[in-house]
């Protein structure tokens, strides 16, 4: 990485935490209930998708049309499931390399952000204990449109009080990645999006992008 930056704003979903576990768990329940078919491919697809435009993906495989109310309560009875299992989240869910980047980037004088589409992103960073970790925390409750939209990257560079084109995302889902650009930001690719072209860096995980001594 070539360019100085003067943030980095990090998803917190696949790139700080894995609660992929959970989120496709709190689905599954749902959709069986329902009588839709839903698996893991599925799930992949909702990466980074907010929880509105979530239910719809699984919903092309339901049998019958929802009314919007009915797709609402679907929507809440899935974040029940869902809230009730981050509840068992503890530091073992970070993933490996976070917290050691986010240390090198705050010792190099970076300020450091959450961007992420989740409207649960404090109870998961208080459970893993990451609370007090960033300078800012931009997620689904401060936003409309959510990626690939680039609200939530705008959002955390104006907490931060600095500008776009200075900040350096890291995101795992290819929707976020697309925010990020569309937010005139670079961004690192890692896990399930490590190998989408359009990124401007790409590893497999924050891990392998640690030199170690
Ligand atoms: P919630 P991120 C995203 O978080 C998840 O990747 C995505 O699967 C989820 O649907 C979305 O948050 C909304 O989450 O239902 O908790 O508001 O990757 O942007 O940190
Ligand atoms: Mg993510």
Redesign the pocket.
Known sequence: MTKKYKAVIF?????IVS?DEC?YEAWKMLADEEGIYFDREINQR??????ME?LEIVLERATKEYTEAEKLEMATR??GY?VEKIKSLDKTAILAGALEFVSLAKNAGLKVAI???????MAILKQTGCETLFDAIAD?NDIKN??PAPD?FLVAAEKLQIAPTDCMVVE??EA?VDAALAAGMDVLAVGFASAYAKATYRAKSLDEVLVKK
Do not use: I, M
Not at 11 to 15: A, I, K, P
């Open positions: 998803d917190l979903d696949g790139v609660t989120h909702l990466r980074g998708v907010s929880r979530s899935k974040n869902y961007g992420s589409s989740s409207k649960n992103t689904g959510s990626k939530v795992d889902a976020g």
